[in-house]
């Protein structure tokens, strides 16, 4: 009957031993987890730090070219709002333009009847003389309000930005290149020119002819 008790405490150390071997490895592997949880921060920290100054790189260089596209487009945006505004300005100024030019022909044929019935006596023709003059000086008037000015150069320089010159005439009284007769007043909008003045031209002194032998 005592062979069962030696099995039964021989199976007992057996377990003992195993379980003490198990104990063993899971201390051994406990132990190496902790040696590589005590090694682990030092190498995550430096990872880290490499990989922080990767990205504080790539966030200055990304920051940097973030900030020259904004400069970029502000600038832009400047340019395009100045433009804007240059348009708007000048669309306020000449956006009349056409409209002012159709008026000059009326303006013109105002003036030659204005010219013609100040050649007559008649009281029918002052009469006339009156209406049309009150309507020319309206006119006129609606002229300097929109910025409208007149281009009547007679006696003045030759222009050829304001001034179109139809011919050349001889003119000992007058300054060479100076206008002499205006055959058709001009007239300019904001200071740009919507037509030309029509005008004659003094020619200059034509020169003397040597004689044959003179120094």
Same mark, same amino acid.
């Given at each position: 009957?005592?062979?069962?008790? +030696?099995?039964?405490?021989?199976?007992?150390?057996?377990?003992?031993?195993?379980?003490?071997?198990?104990?063993?490895?899971?201390?051994?592997?406990?132990?190496?987890?902790?040696?590589?949880?005590?090694?682990?921060?030092?190498?995550?920290?430096?990872?880290?730090? /490499?990989?922080?100054?990767?990205?504080?790189?790539?966030?200055?260089?990304?920051?940097?070219? +973030?900030?020259?596209?904004?400069?970029?487009?502000?600038?832009?945006?400047?340019?395009?709002?100045?433009?804007?505004?240059?348009?708007?300005?000048?669309?306020?100024?000449?956006?009349?333009?056409?409209?002012?030019?159709?008026?000059?022909?009326?303006? =013109?044929?105002?003036?030659? +009847?204005?010219? +013609?019935?100040?050649?007559? =006596?008649?009281?029918?023709?002052?009469?006339?003389?009156?209406?049309?003059?009150?309507?020319?000086?309206?006119?006129? =008037?609606?002229?300097?309000?929109?910025?409208?000015?007149?281009?009547?150069?007679?006696? /003045?320089?030759?222009?050829?930005?304001?001034?179109?010159?139809?011919?050349?005439?001889?003119?000992? =009284?007058?300054?060479?290149?100076?206008?002499?007769?205006?055959?058709?007043?001009?007239?300019?909008?904001?200071?740009?020119?919507?037509?030309?003045?029509?005008?004659?031209?003094?020619? &200059?002194?034509?020169?003397?002819?040597?004689?044959? &032998?003179?120094?």
């Amino acid at each position: 009957m005592s062979k069962p008790k +030696a099995d039964d405490a021989a199976g007992a150390n057996e377990q003992m031993e195993q379980e003490a071997q198990v104990e063993s490895e899971v201390k051994n592997v406990t132990d190496s987890a902790e040696e590589n949880v005590t090694e682990m921060p030092g190498e995550v920290q430096e990872l880290t730090l /490499e990989q922080a100054l990767e990205r504080l790189a790539n966030a200055e260089e990304a920051a940097e070219k +973030a900030k020259g596209d904004l400069l970029r487009v502000q600038a832009e945006m400047q340019n395009l709002r100045r433009r804007t505004e240059q348009d708007i300005e000048k669309a306020h100024k000449y956006g009349q333009e056409k409209f002012s030019t159709e008026l000059l022909s009326v303006m =013109d044929n105002l003036e030659r +009847a204005l010219d +013609a019935a100040s050649q007559h =006596d008649d009281e029918v023709v002052k009469a006339i003389y009156e209406g049309v003059d009150l309507t020319l000086k309206s006119f006129n =008037d609606c002229f300097s309000k929109f910025a409208i000015e007149s281009v009547d150069p007679l006696g /003045e320089p030759f222009d050829p930005q304001l001034h179109q010159a139809m011919s050349m005439q001889d003119a000992p =009284d007058a300054e060479p290149n100076t206008i002499i007769s205006v055959m058709q007043k001009g007239y300019t909008l904001h200071g740009r020119v919507i037509r030309p003045a029509m005008v004659m031209v003094a020619k &200059g002194k034509e020169p003397t002819p040597k004689i044959d &032998g003179e120094v």
